[in-house]
């Protein structure tokens, strides 16, 4: 950054050279509040996910440093900003006087929102603590935000950016861009290098490792990312960059460039320009792999320039990267003079091939003649290979954008990001050893359409061979190197992934592999795909458009953005949640509602088969867990002991063992209560049980005997006696009326410790905490039994989770008492662990399910409500079978009840459009994804339109009675659903008929 203009409290504008003084005053910023800062640090512990905000006075404002976000009014509204620097002055005393804060946000110029630095000052408001203007503090979780260097220098970096939206760039969401960490920011940020003169904005310096989008000559819109600068004169500058296209459709692109030609010496070769032999070396060096930010650049422009003899090499060099003049006196095309190709000469302009190109080199070789050429024009991208380009750009440049990512290994094409689908290339396998484990190919399975499925396991030569034999019973005899046997995993019938054996011959079989256009670092090895590929095993979640068999065979072999972020698998018994091992489960409770948690860790129970001891993080009620209180039985309590047949000695230290623990059945507390509202919520288990089982199985099997707890939950009734307090004994099962969850019940105890004279001591119960306590980020340790399907599903994501980050995310928050169903429930808590932002699906599908099908419901009922409101209770009363003909003409209230038809499907139209852009802002959603759900909602909609449009018109053109308009209506209602429906799912069909 050379230089950038902000405004004082009065609105003046102030120079400030931000490429060393803001660096400077950053630096001493912090280093004069150091101390502070320390400070600041320990105090702001965040509390909650939710915004917590603290009033800036003359006692807080020395926490304030660079990278803090603060509220103040602008606008009329409370307004987020970044600190980019504070100053605070005070009096001869060391009383607090003024504070000068830098600050860095999205403000309003007119009409038009862009993001300024701007400075303003608050000061003391006479004797009172409050500072004027009032502005606010913003504590975050730590563990959530990057450091105040990386904030403040992730500001900067998108000053001057115009790209206000509310859908997922608002200035909330800049802030938040900034200061915290998430893989679903907003991925790619345009920002002006320099935007007026008038409006004196910032002017970005370009340096290496900078990103940028260039738009060349025709269409072609480049994505570059800096590897040199070089400076040519004060205003212009040298740019060496790795570029690909934008558009991943995109298979040339307009540049300087080499073309090694072979021709026959006899070739009479088209020349527009003889020359004497030029020495271009030097030229062409300086000026190869050139593109211009031109569109009027022209083939024969270019060759004129680069062998212009008018010039020296040492002028020709000061303007070798300049946007060739136009020669319109020189009509260089219809110069069409011949030569022999042996004839050539270095310098010469010759048209070959539909381009005037520059002869570089001449070389013999036999009978032909071998030709260097330089040209400007269209030069092939190949897949997966960035090419090397140069770009010249002034210092105030216009047509130059940056580019700033949120995370560049994450969200550019050149790292092998972004959100945009990769293609592939695909090649027929002709020979069986082409079908290797791990890779992906294409077939047809029973219909004419492909399918891409992931190769799970190859079979070995001897396998092959007897599969072969087999195989040559029935059949001519084959070569047994074209039969293969192999297993595959892919969606199948009834919309599920699973794995399949096949016994083909490649020679007789259409089958095709697949190579996706990445690099190979975006790879993964065999052995990873595969085990993408089974961790979906069973999954019912296809969809023709955005989860078919090839977006599950990519997501499976590359890391790429593009792939689905998550997908839930049906868990069927404890043997599959066992090999899960970690990471993010939901319980499947009352529809539409499922519990979310984070499955830290997980272990099988010795001698049980469906249940597993496990570490969960969650935002939930408190469960009944095994835990100690303290007995102080007073002289009139009614105190009753169990009677068993047999006096056993519980171990103590075995039994400490189970100080915390809870015993849950997947399906328990499966409407989503807890267990005190609901009899049948929460855990099955009662101290009732607990404590007959540590009596009983416990003392002889330790934790082996869980199962019994869990299927004795039902036991009989036990027999009783009243006892006083003088006869308890330690050990004994004693039931005493205690408080639980705020409650007065019974209670059962195991006395683990007694003092007979004192008559108190401690028990060991399973029940609530003695005071009720709300839902919160709690960690859950105990037992978990999986009976069968239904109960659980385990929630695949496409990245790896970051262990150390969700464990000291969770350790933050552990205890804090806070839900919200909307704002802060357990899907919107895992969600944060894992991407560091607060989403739920759940609630996103619900209002998008709840979209379509009021969108259907209009489709079939709109056309035809109208008529409700004229004649239709008239035909019901006189049961009329022609009734009262409709006119060419509505009168009023039809015009009114039609327009209003019209208007709401326009309307719901409009809100799934804003349903779907907010759910790409805040779900990372691809673009493919996000592309297909457009057109699905145009598509129904539109057709919702046209239906009503079409009955609207037929019923008064042809003159219809209230009856057969319904019948048309309903009729036209029910085509357009059909096709609306069908129509997109169309296309995405028509695709699977190629390989």
């Not at 705020?742 to 007979?756: K, L, M, Q």
């Amino acid at each position: 950054m050379q230089q950038e203009v902000v405004s004082d409290e009065r609105g003046e504008l102030l120079h400030v050279d931000s490429d060393q003084d803001s660096e400077q005053n950053l630096s001493s910023t912090a280093a004069i509040n150091a101390d502070s800062n320390e400070q600041h640090n320990a105090e702001t512990h965040c509390t909650s996910l939710k915004d917590n905000w603290e009033l800036i006075t003359k006692e807080t404002i020395q926490k304030l440093s660079p990278g803090d976000v603060i509220s103040r009014k602008y606008c009329g509204f409370s307004h987020r900003m970044i600190v980019d620097s504070v100053e605070v002055k005070k009096d001869a005393n060391e009383n607090f006087e003024k504070a000068t804060i830098s600050a860095i946000y999205y403000g309003r110029q007119g009409i038009k929102r862009r993001i300024v630095r701007d400075v303003f000052s608050i000061q003391a408001d006479g004797s009172s603590s409050v500072l004027k203007p009032k502005c606010w503090l913003q504590h975050q979780p730590n563990e959530w935000c990057y450091s105040p260097e990386v904030v403040v220098q992730r500001a900067r970096s998108r000053v001057n950016e115009a790209q206000h939206s509310f859908f997922g760039n608002t200035a909330s969401d800049f802030v938040r861009w900034c200061k915290t960490r998430c893989s679903s920011h907003r991925p790619d940020n345009l920002v002006p290098i320099y935007v007026s003169e008038d409006n004196k904005k910032m002017i970005h310096s370009v340096k290496s490792d900078d990103h940028l989008e260039v738009k060349c000559a025709g269409r072609d819109r480049l994505h570059c990312k800096v590897l040199t600068t070089t400076k040519l004169n004060n205003s212009k500058f040298e740019l060496t960059m790795r570029a690909t296209s934008v558009d991943t459709g995109t298979k040339h692109i307009r540049m300087v460039h080499e073309r090694n030609i072979e021709l026959q010496r006899n070739k009479l070769v088209k020349v527009s320009v003889n020359s004497q032999g030029m020495d271009l070396s030097n030229r062409t060096e300086k000026i190869k792999n050139l593109i211009y930010k031109n569109k009027r650049a022209r083939m024969h422009d270019f060759c004129l320039h680069l062998t212009n003899p008018n010039v020296s090499d040492e002028e020709w060099m000061q303007t070798a990267v300049d946007v060739p003049k136009r020669h319109w006196s020189f009509r260089i095309r219809f110069f069409k003079p011949t030569k022999p190709a042996e004839n050539l000469n270095k310098g010469d302009i010759v048209y070959i091939q539909g381009h005037y190109q520059v002869v570089t080199n001449v070389a013999f070789n036999d009978s032909k003649v071998e030709i260097t050429t330089m040209l400007y024009g269209k030069k092939e991208l190949k897949a997966n290979e960035p090419i090397e380009v140069k770009l010249a750009i002034e210092a105030k440049e216009r047509d130059a954008i940056l580019c700033v990512h949120n995370d560049a290994a994450l969200d550019c094409p050149l790292e092998g990001g972004g959100r945009k689908k990769p293609s592939y290339t695909f090649e027929r396998i002709k020979d069986s050893a082409q079908i290797q484990k791990g890779c992906t190919i294409s077939m047809r399975s029973g219909s004419p359409l492909f399918k891409h499925c992931i190769v799970s396991s190859v079979a070995t030569d001897n396998e092959s061979a007897t599969e072969s034999e087999s195989a040559s019973d029935s059949e001519f005899f084959v070569e047994s190197s074209d039969i293969v046997s192999f297993s595959a995993i892919s969606y199948e019938l009834g919309s599920l992934i699973a794995e399949k054996s096949f016994t083909l011959n490649v020679s007789k079989s259409t089958i095709y592999r697949v190579t996706y256009n990445v690099s190979d670092e975006s790879m993964y090895s065999s052995n990873e795909v595969v085990e993408r590929a089974r961790s979906r095993l069973g999954e019912r979640q296809h969809n023709i458009q955005w989860n078919s068999s090839r977006d599950f065979a990519r997501w499976c072999s590359i890391k790429h953005q593009s792939n689905r972020e998550q997908t839930r698998v049906p868990v069927n018994s404890a043997d599959e949640l066992h090999a899960f091992k970690q990471g993010h489960v939901r319980f499947l409770k009352l529809l539409p509602y499922s519990h979310h948690a984070i499955l830290r860790d997980c272990s099988k129970v010795e001698g049980c088969n469906d249940i597993l001891k496990v570490t969960m993080y969650e935002n939930n009620v408190a469960y009944k867990c095994v835990r100690k209180e303290q007995l102080d039985i007073s002289e009139n309590e009614t105190v009753r002991r169990v009677r068993y047949a047999e006096r056993r000695e519980v171990n103590s230290a075995s039994v400490e063992q189970l100080l915390g623990l809870t015993f849950l059945n997947a399906d328990d507390d499966w409407l989503g209560f807890s267990g005190p509202i609901v009899k049948k919520c929460g855990s099955r288990v009662k101290s009732e049980d607990f404590c007959c089982w540590i009596k009983t199985s416990y003392c002889e099997r330790g934790e082996k005997a869980v199962q019994e707890l869990f299927d004795q939950s039902t036991r009989k009734q036990v027999e009783v006696e009243e006892i006083g307090r003088d006869s308890v004994n330690i050990f004994d099962h004693i039931i005493l009326t205690r408080k639980a969850n705020g409650n007065d019940i019974e209670v059962h105890f195991i006395v683990t410790e007694w003092d007979s004279i004192a008559c108190t001591g401690v028990g060991m119960t399973y029940e609530f905490s003695a005071e009720k306590v709300g839902l919160r980020f709690k960690k859950f340790d105990g037992f978990l039994r999986v009976t069968g399907p239904g109960h659980i599903e385990k929630v695949v994501h496409n990245s790896e989770l970051n262990w150390d980050q969700i464990d000291a995310k969770f350790k933050e928050l552990e205890g804090i008492e806070e839900y919200s169903l909307l704002f802060n429930n357990c899907e919107h808590f895992v969600n944060y662990l894992i991407y560091g932002r607060l989403t739920c699906s759940q609630l996103s599908r619900v209002t998008g399910l709840g979209t379509k099908y009021v969108l259907r419901f209009l489709r079939t009922i709109m056309i035809y409500v109208f008529r409700f409101f004229k004649g239709f209770g008239k035909q019901l009363s006189s049961f009329s079978p022609v009734g009262d003909v409709i006119g060419t003409i509505p009168d009023g209230l039809t015009w009114w009840c039609e327009g209003l038809g019209l208007a709401f499907i326009a309307l719901m139209i409009i809100s799934s459009i804003v349903w779907l852009r907010k759910r790409q802002a805040d779900l990372a959603m691809p673009d493919h994804e996000f592309k297909y759900r457009l057109i699905n909602i145009l598509s129904m909609g539109g057709c919702a339109l046209l239906g009503a449009v079409l009955a609207f018109g037929l019923v008064h053109v042809l003159l219809l009675s209230s009856w057969p308009a319904i019948c048309l209506g309903v009729g036209i209602g029910s085509f357009v659903a059909v096709v609306g429906y069908f129509a997109p799912k169309l296309w995405a069909l028509l695709k699977c008929l190629r390989p």
